[in-house]
């Protein structure tokens, strides 16, 4: 197994450009989530999804879309970059909570900065 | 909303000594999950240790124990015998169940240094 994989390790972009963050996984989860983590302030969520199909708001979506149309992938799409959107990027999934197994598994990280 | 204090940004152990990095939460549900991730300067977010909410007996793995305090909503990290690999930050996360509640909230880190 890959386990979660993330691409690009590296981005830099300019300010109003567009991107889009990949994120596979290949363990079969149900649950996929991207976070931000910046210094100082821990991990934060983005966006979730509880399955193919259904994907909800976390505690900073704005400037941010993302899609889930099958069970592995999960990509996050920055739709106009702004320099507070320099940060490291972590991907990461679960099986949902009623399989009893609550680990999440994280990716390597993107690190994006916006000049 | 539930919310997850480490009060300590940084602490420094001695190799080879103890040290404790403390946790506590906030919530009003009665079942639940708590970890403690390592992030070392590779950036790989790594499980050190889980523990359910129901479960009575602190979770422990090897060098990694957890002092569980649910009334009080405590959850600290003792690691002994630290060694020079421990260094990296540490986060304390919260998870509840189902929908939104199954989204791990963090706090904000701990960065531990060991001392030769």
């Known amino acids: 197994n890959a386990g979660v994989t993330q691409t690009p390790k590296f981005q830099v972009l300019k300010t109003g450009q567009s991107m889009t963050l990949q994120c596979a996984q290949d363990?079969?989860?149900?649950?996929m989530s991207w976070y931000r983590q910046d210094p100082g302030m821990g991990l934060r969520l983005i966006h979730y999804?509880?399955?193919?199909?259904?994907?909800d708001q976390g505690e900073v979506p704005n400037g941010y879309n993302v899609s889930r149309s099958t069970t592995e992938d999960f990509p996050l799409r920055l739709l106009s970059a702004a320099p507070s959107q320099t940060s490291v990027y972590f991907c990461?999934?679960?099986?949902?909570?009623?399989?009893?197994?609550?680990?999440?598994?994280f990716g390597p990280g993107t690190r994006l900065t916006v000049t | 909303a539930q919310t997850v204090t480490q009060s300590q940004p940084e602490m420094s152990v001695q190799e080879a000594e103890t040290v404790t990095l403390s946790c506590t939460y906030d919530t009003s549900e009665s079942d639940y999950y708590l970890f403690w991730y390592k992030q070392p300067p590779s950036r790989q977010m790594i499980l050190v240790i889980r523990q359910e909410a129901y479960k009575q007996q602190n979770a422990t793995e090897n060098r990694f124990s957890v002092n569980f305090q649910k009334a009080a909503k405590s959850f600290s990290l003792k690691i002994s015998d630290s060694q020079l690999g421990d260094a990296a930050m540490y986060f304390c996360?919260?998870?509840?169940?189902?929908?939104?509640?199954?989204?791990?909230?963090f706090g904000k880190g701990t960065k531990l240094s060991v001392k030769p």
């Open positions: 990461a999934s679960s099986y949902g909570l009623t399989s009893g197994a609550y680990e999440q598994y």
């Open positions: 996360a919260y998870r509840g169940y189902g929908g939104s509640q199954g989204n791990l909230i």
């Open positions: 363990m079969n989860h149900e649950y």
């Open positions: 999804s509880v399955g193919a199909g259904i994907t």
